[in-house]
T-cell receptor
Framework: EPEVTQTPSHQVTQMGQEVILRCVPI?????FYWYRQILGQKVEFLVS????????KSEIFDDQFSVERPDGSNFTLKIRSTKLEDSAMYFC?????????????FGPGTRLTVT | RKEVEQDPGPFNVPEGATVAFNCTYS??????FFWYRQDCRKEPKLLMS???SGNEDGRFTAQLNRASQYISLLIRDSKLSDSATYLC???????????FGAGTTVTVRA
């Protein structure tokens, strides 16, 4: 069964450093998403991406965040200057169509620890 | 008011028992409803979509009450493997994002 993959599984970085989280969505999917989950809290939407542009973003997704699809397979989330409160599990997801009608498949996540 | 609210539990039940819990949502424009399952430190996985008429998938039954804006999940004949956090998820039509509840923890004991 096709699956979303994410690398690395765990990233430790120092405050103020830049990190890039990588995702390979399912190959025939057109919609891509990033969510995060702070330990003990709910899953929160960050951003969605369709047709090579951001289609929606939450208030969490401020100027320190950016997303890119640098080639035909990868989808990346960059955090420019990490803060302690960015420590969380970051999930990438993809779907064939819009959220309501199509299942979003989640990757296994990248655990980001900012020290 | 939170978009999606769930009783956090935990619900501790013996194997074979029936357990049920609800979720309420605040946005009446919500069109699509789901139950996801999340195991500890793992990704959310779709358990089932929830349809207006209610639907069943094996031991799992989901109901939707649009008038009262709540969704329910019932698990019959609980198995040890049903131990997980169950996430109530809603979507507004034409919206890209899924809105998650904080989850209801279910622990099934032998």
């Amino acid at each position: 069964e096709p699956e979303v993959t994410q690398t690395p599984s765990h990233q430790v970085t120092q405050m103020g450093q830049e990190v890039i989280l990588r995702c390979v969505p399912i190959s025939n999917h057109l919609y891509f998403y990033w969510y995060r989950q702070i330990l003990g809290q709910k899953v929160e939407f960050l951003v969605s991406f369709y047709n090579n542009e951001i289609s929606e973003k939450s208030e969490i997704f401020d100027d320190q965040f950016s997303v890119e699809r640098p080639d035909g397979s990868n989808f990346t989330l960059k955090i420019r200057s990490t803060k302690l409160e960015d420590s969380a599990m970051y999930f990438c997801a993809s779907s064939e169509g819009l959220a309501g009608g199509y299942e979003q498949y989640f990757g296994p996540g990248t655990r980001l620890t900012v020290t | 008011r939170k978009e999606v609210e769930q009783d956090p539990g935990p619900f501790n039940v013996p194997e074979g028992a029936t357990v049920a819990f609800n979720c309420t949502y605040s946005n009446s424009a919500s069109q699509s409803f789901f139950w996801y399952r999340q195991d500890c430190r793992k990704e959310p996985k779709l358990l089932m979509s929830v349809y207006s008429s209610g639907n069943e998938d094996g031991r799992f039954t989901a109901q939707l009450n649009r008038a009262s804006q709540y969704i329910s999940l019932l698990i019959r004949d609980s198995k040890l493997s049903d131990s997980a956090t169950y996430l109530c998820v809603v979507n507004i039509e034409s919206d890209y994002k899924l809105s998650f509840g904080a989850g209801t923890t279910v622990t099934v004991r032998a």
